[in-house]
């Protein structure tokens, strides 16, 4: 190469930098593929990274550009003075959100394992401390709240966490462009964190999880990438119609504040008769005998449940800290088993309305600081996403499972419920697969108050019902 090529090499690439610095730029200078990629909204941005990134756009050296910078724009830490530079409001309503605060979930798990009350008010995963309950939840279940940090710029369904308003609001990570961001929320940025627990987004695709040390689990050739066995099941109609989870939950539901909502079943707004209002209307004038069941009673074709579950505390190991993001000492051990999916029990809410109930803990609980293992039963409604054609008769007015006796034989005898369980009694007297019992004097503990299992005259009234 010629003295006269790099001269002219050296002089194009310098007026190529004055001419970005005086667009007001220099990040430029080094970031060129990441000016295209934007989505309208945020065109603006491809000559304005501070707005969203920091750092300094004025500087010559690295140094000095990435002084203050924000590598991931979006985590709740810094959402205030990047989003919500345009978007305040919203990153207000995030920031209180159940999403980032988990209140439901602290809430009902304080209550449940430690016993006794709890202020409502401040049950949240930022106020967790280190008793047997929280403990639980710092080192098991807060990694999926939306205050966790986002460390790299890829997406992974099934093992995604956290990331704040980037967690939803990037759908790719393309290697030669910008990411663009977009209200388009796509159903593999709701799956990582709702692929457990309730495993809505599973259902919702057809897919149950089911146990690996059973013969069918063995067996089950679906894996999901982080090695749980699924087998498949029908899926939601409107999953197969194309409906994404953002056609029902919009903005009201994903970012209701916790002011508002304490637990997620408040905070959902969407509603079966806000598109199938005809067939509500007439549902209700043709058929008052069932004028108490949510739509999804009669329509969810299966719900995913599990009835064992031990939990035991090992002050002697360490384990990861969602909070503290760091290994601290103690773990939880958990054994999971017996998987279900199946059509659930009946059960009352707080509304008088009858709906599905799954176990939320049939569990035995271990700590050094008590003096016995606890045992703790309790049932959650849910809506399992598993809408399809209507349930039989028999499948309700003849099944021991829908009234929350479990498996067995059942029968009214001279208005008397019979019934004879399949399932080993444990140590409250109700078998292991049980909610109550046929008079209601054992069981019956649900997640939230003004919850209960059928009551034995709703049982008698329901196996008294004609098929013929």
């Known amino acids: 190469m010629t003295c006269r090529t790099l001269l002219f090499l050296s002089f194009a690439i310098g007026a190529i930098a004055c001419w970005q610095s005086a667009n007001g730029n220099t990040c430029n200078d080094c970031h060129i593929a990441q000016r295209t990629g934007f989505a309208a909204a945020h065109a603006f941005a491809a000559n304005g990274c501070t707005v969203c990134h920091g750092g300094n756009d004025q500087s010559r050296s690295q140094e000095g550009s990435h002084a203050g910078m924000r590598g991931f724009p979006g985590l709740l830490d810094n959402a205030e003075q990047s989003c919500g530079s345009c ?159 953002t056609a029902c939950h919009k903005g009201t539901d994903l970012m209701s504040a916790a002011g508002e909502a304490i637990h997620q079943r408040d905070a959902v707004a969407a509603r079966c008769d806000d598109c199938h209002a005809v067939e509500h209307a007439e549902g209700q004038v043709h058929d008052p005998v069932h004028g108490r069941l949510e739509c999804a009673t009669c329509h969810s074709q299966w719900a995913p449940q599990c009835f064992s579950c031990h939990m035991e505390y090992d002050a002697s190991d360490a384990q990861w800290d969602h909070i503290e993001h760091r290994e601290t000492p103690g773990r939880w051990h958990e054994q999971r088993g017996d998987f279900r999916n199946e059509p ?91 909610w109550t019992n046929s008079d209601g004097s054992l069981g019956g503990t649900a997640a939230r108050d003004h919850q209960r299992p059928l009551n034995a005259e709703e049982m008698e009234a329901v196996l008294a019902v004609p098929l013929d």
């Not at 959100?97 to 202020?119: A, Y």
């Open 87 to 245: 978007h305040a409001d919203k990153v207000a309503s995030v920031a209180d959100s159940l999403m980032n605060t988990g209140h439901g979930m602290v809430d009902v798990t304080r209550q449940l394992v430690d016993g006794g009350s709890t202020s409502t008010a401040h049950a949240s995963l930022q106020s967790l401390g280190h008793g047997p309950a929280d403990s639980m939840l710092r080192k098991l279940c807060a990694s999926c709240h939306l205050g966790q940090d986002k460390t790299a710029h890829d997406l992974d369904p099934v093992n995604d966490r956290g990331g704040g308003c980037l967690a939803c609001h990037i759908n790719s990570y393309p290697e030669q462009q910008h990411p663009a961001l977009t209200r388009d929320v796509s159903d593999a940025r709701c799956f990582g964190c709702h692929s457990r627990s309730a495993r809505i987004s599973l259902s919702y695709a057809g897919l149950g999880e089911i146990d690996p040390d059973t013969a069918e689990g063995r067996a089950a050739k679906l894996r999901l990438p982080d090695g749980r066995h699924v087998e498949r099941k029908p899926a939601d109609v409107h999953f197969t119609a194309g409906m994404t989870c």
């Open 344 to 434: 659930g029990a009946l059960g009352v809410s707080e509304n008088d309305r009858i709906e599905l109930f799954v176990p939320g803990m049939i569990m035995t609980v271990a700590h050094p600081d008590w003096d016995e293992e606890k045992f703790v039963r309790a049932f959650a409604p849910i809506s399992p996403h598993t809408i399809g054609p209507a349930r039989s008769c028999e499948s309700c007015h003849r099944s021991s499972v829908a009234l929350g006796l479990g498996e067995g034989t059942i029968q009214l005898l001279d208005g008397e419920v019979r019934f004879t369980p399949t399932q080993p009694l444990l140590r409250d007297g109700l078998p292991a697969d049980a």
